[in-house]
């Protein structure tokens, strides 16, 4: 069974930066894409950034310049690195993973519990 669980997140100064953590265990890692997704209070999930199996990154327009997303095989983790955060990009962050695939919005099977980022103004 896939485990993940997410670090980092904690309260940041707007324009201040965070770098989150996702730890993947149960599995081959290499055998799966993974995401990062956010939900804020009364709002819905919404998707950040996303990786291939082979490595390869896509990061969602509202974040872009901002977010970046990156891998490491060795230590079977992704990281979320977050720069010039806003006062609007409270909530809980969540990694993500579903079997094989590319870079993918949806369709994920498993997932974090989350960690909160707050940011105060």
């Known amino acids: 069974q896939v485990h993940l669980v997410e670090s980092g997140g904690g309260l940041v100064q707007a324009g201040g930066s965070l770098r989150l953590s996702c730890a993947f265990s149960?599995?081959?890692?290499?055998?799966?894409?993974m995401a990062w997704f956010r939900q804020a209070p009364g709002k819905e999930r919404e998707f950040l950034a996303a990786?291939?199996?082979?490595?390869?990154?896509f990061v969602e327009e509202a974040v872009k310049g901002r977010f970046t997303m990156s891998g490491d095989n060795a230590n079977n983790a992704v990281s979320l690195h977050m720069n010039n955060l806003k006062v609007g990009g409270a909530a809980i962050y969540s990694c993500?993973?579903?079997?094989?695939?590319?870079?993918?919005?949806?369709?994920?099977?498993?997932w974090g519990q989350g960690t909160q980022v707050a940011v105060s103004s």
């Open positions: 993500t993973a579903r079997h094989g695939g590319g870079i993918a919005t949806m369709g994920y099977h498993y």
């Open positions: 990786m291939s199996r082979s490595g390869d990154t």
């Open positions: 149960g599995d081959t890692f290499s055998d799966y894409a």
